[in-house]
């Protein structure tokens, strides 16, 4: 009887689905050029229309869409030029 739920319990284990998830790069939209400075979009969860949109109001006025956090890392760190998310929702910019 102990065999029988012993091995019950070890088939019941591997049938149990594991919570692993991919991980999915950011989608690129191409570039935009602002005031002569070129900038690589790159976005997460959104359109690349509301992430070019987004981007282009960050840089020239600096903006930021309602709900959204911005940061600028220093130079030093990579080529990011600006990084703004909202919990899942992503875009940022590359100078090129």
Excluded at 3 to 18: D, K, M
Excluded at 55 to 74: D, L, N, T, V, W
């Amino acid at each position: 009887m102990k065999t029988l739920l012993l091995a019950a319990a070890v088939v019941a284990a591997l049938l149990v689905p594991t919570a692993a998830t991919a991980v999915v790069p950011p989608k690129n939209c191409g570039t935009i050029t602002v005031s002569g400075k070129r900038f690589q979009v790159k976005v997460d969860q959104i359109s690349c229309a509301s992430g070019k949109r987004y981007a282009k109001r960050y840089i020239s006025r600096h903006r930021k869409p309602s709900g959204y956090k911005c940061q600028e890392p220093s130079k030093a760190k990579g080529r990011v030029n600006f990084y703004c998310n909202n919990g899942r929702k992503i875009f940022f910019g590359i100078r090129r």
